[in-house]
């Protein structure tokens, strides 16, 4: 019998963050990850996980006790982290990232620097796996970059895979209701949402359609052709902590049957052969009643146990040729955030990727 390979060691970057501390709590007792570092900045030195914990599911037994240090690049190569959770805000990810990957540290990030970048992975492990050969085109000796897409471009395209050529779409329309924690801490005044809905987030519908386009696009001669479909997106803030709900409305070129349609979306698991622990088995849950998925009954689905947050709920389906309307509502600091880096990062590992860039530190 062979020993199971040890644990990969890994840092949290932004760990008092929201998405940082979604990270904490789904790597916690990792069977393929050990959580060795948390990085924060100087406001956060010296503070324990618990002491910043303001997630409303309990801070993790295992790591609550763990202090944030502030970390640099050559830092964590010294200590041996062999892969990191970016959890940093954009603008300050993109060079930090960048030095991680340069001494060969595997780098899976939920920041927006790299995620157009053409030898960098933007991935959503049902959608496109392949894209994950992106990575060949990588320097010698670096280690991975792997981007994790915008938090409601990621729900929305687990939602689009399984019907996308089923319908062949000449157009998608889209239209966001996105919680505050997408905001992250401390997020938006209270008295700015309140009895409120903001009809405006910077730069978010630019970014769900050029990753969407990305994402469903192809793999040719190494590079990432993007789906030329057209996707028009307008994004608004509601007053709501948790789950991204999103009205999408398809112009079909073509005229498949509902029960099709539906039949595709509920047999659609392709990660169903992967030994994955935070991919959900099925990864898309249709709802068939009248007035589902709401984010407080549905932003938790997933199954196993820790995929929980990681499923994406259908519901609201209306088939009115050309037109495919329906509603998708995910968990946008989960699916669309921690955990849909910390499944890239399974991914990866299952692949064999994780580690080969070691030798340069």
Not at 136 to 147: D, F, N
Not at 186 to 197: E, F, H, K, Q, R
């Amino acid at each position: 019998m062979t020993d199971a390979p040890s644990p990969r060691r890994a840092a949290i970057l932004g760990a008092a963050g929201t998405i940082g501390q979604h990270f904490a709590r789904l790597l916690d007792r990792h069977p393929e990850i050990s959580v060795e570092a948390l990085v924060g900045t100087s406001r956060t030195r010296g503070r324990r996980l618990a002491d910043v914990w303001q997630l409303s599911e309990s801070p993790p037994g295992a790591l609550a006790g763990l202090r944030i240090r502030e970390r640099t690049p050559a830092a964590l190569a010294r200590a041996g982290i062999e892969i990191v959770f970016s959890g940093l805000p954009s603008g300050t990810a993109g060079p930090f990232e960048s030095e991680l990957a340069r001494r060969g540290i595997d780098v899976f990030t939920n920041a927006s620097d790299h995620r157009m970048d053409p030898t960098v992975p933007l991935l959503v492990p049902e959608v496109n796996p392949d894209h994950l050969d992106l990575l060949a085109r990588r320097a010698g000796g670096s280690g991975l970059l792997v981007a994790d897409p915008n938090c409601s471009a990621a729900g929305l395209v687990v939602a689009l895979r399984p019907i996308w050529t089923i319908v062949a779409p000449k157009e998608v329309h889209v239209a966001t209701y996105q919680a505050l924690s997408g905001a992250g801490f401390p997020g938006i005044a209270s008295l700015s949402i309140a009895d409120n809905v903001v009809p405006y987030i910077a730069q978010e519908e630019e970014k769900v359609a050029r990753e969407s386009q990305r994402m469903l696009g192809s793999l040719r001669r190494g590079r990432v052709a993007p789906s030329r479909i057209p996707f028009s997106v307008q994004c608004v803030r509601v007053g709501v902590r948790d789950g991204h709900l999103e009205a999408v409305t398809l112009v079909a070129r073509r005229r498949p049957a509902l029960s099709e349609l539906l039949s595709a979306w509920g047999s659609f698991d392709p990660l169903r052969g992967e030994a994955l622990p935070t991919a959900p088995h099925p990864p898309v849950v249709v709802r068939r009643e009248p007035d589902r998925p709401q984010p407080i009954h549905d932003r938790w689905a997933g199954e196993p146990a820790r995929a929980r947050g990681m499923a994406v709920s259908v519901g609201r389906v209306r088939w009115e040729p050309p037109y495919l309307r329906f509603f998708v509502l995910s968990h946008n600091a989960v699916r669309g955030g921690a955990g849909g880096s910390v499944l890239n990062a399974e991914l990866a590992i299952a692949r064999g990727l994780v580690g080969r860039g070691r030798a340069r530190r």
